[in-house]
């Protein structure tokens, strides 16, 4: 059974930094490909940063570009999402998921979520 664990997520002030964590298992971490989405109170879930298989191409939503970063390590089977600059609007409910196709943007396209963990941009 695939689980998704995410991790890192806190309260932090505007333009500060925070990198959340997303451990996987039930299946071969490394074939698949990884993303993050978020959900703000009252708004739809929006795609934030997917990963390739292999890490070697990544795709960011414009509103995040130049701020976030998402990486993996396949040997410890986590993906990451390095976030500078952080906004008060970047408050949200952060999951990560696992899905067979790249690049995608649409939550229906992947497998597997985790439970989510809340990030709190406030001064």
């Known amino acids: 059974q695939v689980q998704l664990v995410e991790s890192g997520g806190g309260l932090v002030q505007p333009g500060g930094s925070l990198r959340l964590s997303c451990a996987a298992s039930?299946?071969?971490?490394?074939?698949?490909?990884m993303a993050w989405f978020r959900q703000a109170p009252g708004k739809e879930r929006e795609f934030v940063a997917a990963i390739s298989w292999n890490g070697g191409s990544t795709y960011l939503q414009d509103s995040v570009k130049g701020r976030f970063a998402i990486s993996r390590d396949n040997a410890k089977n986590t993906v990451y999402l390095q976030m500078n600059s952080l906004k008060p609007e970047d408050t949200a409910v952060y999951y990560c998921?696992?899905?067979?196709?790249?690049?995608?943007?649409?939550?229906?396209?992947?497998?597997?979520w985790g439970q989510g963990t809340q990030v709190t941009v406030s001064s």
């Open positions: 998921a696992q899905g067979s196709y790249y690049p995608r943007d649409k939550g229906n396209d992947y497998d597997y």
């Open positions: 039930g299946r071969t971490f490394s074939s698949y490909n």
